[in-house]
């Protein structure tokens, strides 16, 4: 029997996985959560004998309605050469931790982990489900899933991709990725205002009945790249799954033994993908669940209180800068049940608080400010040589501050959801502060230098492409420029 999906706030709402990948968003504003979250029946054993994109068949097809030839194309299609390394997901020991390296694809960030797929899944569900018209993929962004969704989609026929970032809160590296973006079905646009912003009015425009009416009329269909999408979260239990099975690998735990993971969150989706991973039966310890200064989840997961009417941080992590993290209201929902989960939901839309009770004990919040980021950068390059980027370094001072507190001296794997190279200035201003007015693409030679890892290929000579997306809008006025850009 196929999984069957269901709404956050609504439990009589249901999908089948590949409707809701199309859809992305329940037509309520909810989120679409496995009923019963599926078991791995194959023992750790099995499962550390697969490499990595058989393990991928193993944990998705647990989750998607496909066929094993369909799922099995998807996960060829998806996890080849684009990645840098043929073992796709390196694990690296250094110091008192494990790195799980999820920067190994084309835009150098874990995003490409889900958005390599997605594109796959989205034109497999179209065919399933009979779907005649033209999918618009509508993308917020803080900084790597707008590129990474624009490299997945990018002349995918049948489809379009919009992707809405915040103009002045994102890295030169970020910026130029999308910019520079080809593809005459791709449009970038960067917003005066933050995630938060472009998130609810994308969100909004998920829901607009009128809208949708008349979009399907000329024959297009929204759906979100977001991992509001059920199709961003599942490829992500893949990884905490080779996580743990490389570890036992590497003689760092045996089978069976727990591991614990601290991961940097913003969306709180790949957070939450391993706390789905746990539910199937990986032996986890524990979540840290790593902010920066925009702390929201910090403060909810020590009192319950999720209050978003605070100040919003522009800091060196920015693709963690977020006040509204959607994927925690799947959480909430598995945790309290969907009419708990609507009243919160609702309070937050009209008050921006709720409270909610934390039963999961097994998720801890931590944070790091900018000055803990860089020393933390600074000190482990010193100490081991490794040269981590700012969001990974905001999960390792994380770390040691959840050591120091819990005394829990587990195994752990920080998700490492970046490379330096994206984010070159902060990285070499934490390691010397000479650098701190040098040019973020001048630096790289630098950076190579010192850490030893070359120049990633795929922004060789990003610097010199030309711009190619120059739009600018109000963040009020998304919803008009989707519309004119659908003419
Ligand atoms: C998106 C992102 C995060 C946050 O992940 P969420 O799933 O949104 O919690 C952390 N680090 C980097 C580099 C990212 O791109």
């Known amino acids: 029997m196929a999984l069957t999906y269901i709404g956050t706030r609504d439990r009589s709402i249901k999908a089948t996985a590949s409707e809701a990948i199309l859809r992305g968003i329940c037509p309520d504003g909810g989120l679409y959560i496995p009923e019963e979250i599926p078991k791995m029946e194959k023992s750790l054993e099995e499962l550390g004998r697969l490499d990595y994109r058989e393990l991928a068949y193993e944990v998705l097809s647990k989750f998607l309605d496909f066929t094993e030839e369909e799922l099995k194309a998807c996960i060829r299609g998806a996890y080849d ?43 497999t569900a179209a065919k399933k489900n009979g779907l005649d018209k033209e999918i618009v993929i509508l993308t917020a962004t803080s ?76 024959g297009f269909q929204f759906s979100s790249a977001n991992s509001i999408n059920i199709g961003r979260l ?7 799954f080779w996580a743990y099975l490389q570890a036992v690998r590497m003689g760092e735990i045996k089978n069976g033994e727990e591991l614990n993971f601290t991961v940097p969150t913003g969306n709180f989706g790949d957070i939450l993908a391993g706390w789905y991973a746990m539910q199937m039966g990986l032996p986890v310890g524990h979540f840290v669940c790593a902010s920066n200064d925009n702390k929201v989840l910090y403060d909810f997961f020590r009192t319950g209180e999720y209050n978003k009417n605070r100040a919003f941080h522009v800091t060196v ?43 999961e004990k097994k998720i801890s919040g931590e944070y790091a400010t900018e000055a803990e980021t860089f020393a ?58 000479k650098y701190k007015d040098g040019d973020a693409f001048a630096l790289q030679a630098d950076l190579e230098r010192i850490s030893g890892v070359a120049v990633p290929a795929p922004i060789v000579g990003l610097a010199h492409r030309p711009i190619l997306h120059k739009n600018v809008c109000e963040k009020n006025e998304i919803k008009e420029v989707v519309k004119n850009w659908l003419k």
Do not use: W
């Open 81 to 123: 050469e684009k990645f840098d390394t043929p073992e796709i997901v390196p694990v690296v020991k250094k110091g008192d931790a494990l790195f799980l390296e999820l920067f190994h694809g084309r835009t150098l960030a874990f995003k490409d982990m889900a958005l390599s797929i997605l594109p796959y899944l989205m034109k």
């Open 317 to 359: 992590s920015p693709s963690m800068d977020i006040l509204i993290s959607s994927n925690l209201e799947r959480l909430l929902a598995h945790m309290g049940g969907q009419a708990a989960t609507k009243a919160e939901m609702e309070s937050l839309n009209k008050t921006g608080v709720y409270h909610a009770e934390v039963t």
């Open 234 to 240: 599942v490829p992500q239990i893949v990884y905490y």
């Open 143 to 218: 900084g790597d899933t707008g590129k990474a969704a624009l490299e997945g989609f990018a002349n995918v026929e049948g489809t379009r991709i919009m992707v809405f970032f915040p103009e002045d809160g994102v890295s030169p590296v970020q910026k130029l990725q999308m910019n520079t973006q080809e593809g005459a079905n791709t449009c970038v646009v960067g917003i005066k205002g933050n995630f938060d912003d472009a998130q609810s009015a994308v969100k909004s425009i998920f829901t607009d009945k009128e809208l949708e009416q008349e979009l399907a009329a000329k």
């Open 376 to 433: 933390a950068i600074k000190d482990f390059y010193e100490k081991t040589g490794y040269v981590m980027d700012t969001h990974t370094a905001v999960a390792y001072a994380a770390y040691q501050k959840y050591k120091a507190e819990s005394g829990d001296d587990k195994p752990m794997v920080i998700v490492s959801t970046a490379s330096p190279y994206k984010f070159t200035k902060d990285v070499m201003t934490a390691l010397d502060a």
